[in-house]
């Protein structure tokens, strides 16, 4: 498995505690689990999955980073 960056897409995704680059970004076909799977360089512990779209799976990360961002701040 090769991850592949999200260099195309430019800017910035919004979460509440910080930003997250889209550069640190990264997506890859799973055979095992049949479906994209999208990691972030910058919140190693959070992954997402998803069976149809590799821009449903980057989503689906940023919305997991964006909850993880807001329970920290509701912790700390």
Do not use: C, N
């Not at 592949?4 to 979460?15: D, E, Q």
């Not at 680059?21 to 990691?39: G, I, K, N, Q, R």
């Not at 959070?46 to 821009?55: K, P, V």
């Amino acid at each position: 498995m090769t991850a592949m960056p999200v260099s195309k897409i430019v800017g910035t995704a919004g979460a509440q505690g910080g930003d997250t680059p889209l550069s640190t970004l990264h997506v890859h076909w799973s055979a095992e689990l049949d479906a994209f799977v999208a990691l972030s360089s910058r919140h190693p512990g959070i992954a997402y999955h998803d069976h149809w779209s590799s821009l449903a799976a980057i989503e689906g990360l940023l919305e997991l980073i964006e909850q993880s961002s807001r329970s920290a701040a509701i912790r700390g």
